[in-house]
């Protein structure tokens, strides 16, 4: 009986935290801050915001891959925050 109350106060704080992640973002830039993108903490892209002074002197393929730098290091920074955050909760499990 005792168990199953932990586990559900733990189910309850997995899910709590779950619902705060995908209320938070983290933000990661390329090309010297041209490109911004921001991702949630249920890597869900939120935001692209790209510098329009950047398409004078940038080519279809450099913009490509800045946007591919920061989106990926978006999602790094994304996975880190939730595994920092579920991190503890999972070590709780009585498994």
């Keep these: 009986r005792n168990m199953m109350q932990q586990l559900q106060k733990l189910q ?6 779950q619902e705060e992640l995908a ?4 933000e990661a ?3 010297g801050g041209a490109v911004k993108i921001a991702v949630t903490g249920d890597q ?8 329009p002074a950047i398409l004078e002197d940038v080519d ?3 913009l490509q891959d800045m946007i591919l730098t ?9 996975r880190e925050m939730a595994a920092d955050r579920l991190g503890p909760l999972a070590g709780g499990l009585p498994f």
């Design 29 to 31: 830039t390329a090309g």
């Design 44 to 51: 869900r892209c939120h935001s692209v915001v790209i510098d």
């Design 23 to 26: 209320q938070e973002t983290v």
């Design 12 to 17: 309850e704080q997995l899910q709590k935290t």
């Design 70 to 78: 920061a989106f990926n290091s978006a999602l790094d920074k994304s």
């Design 60 to 62: 279809a393929e450099m």
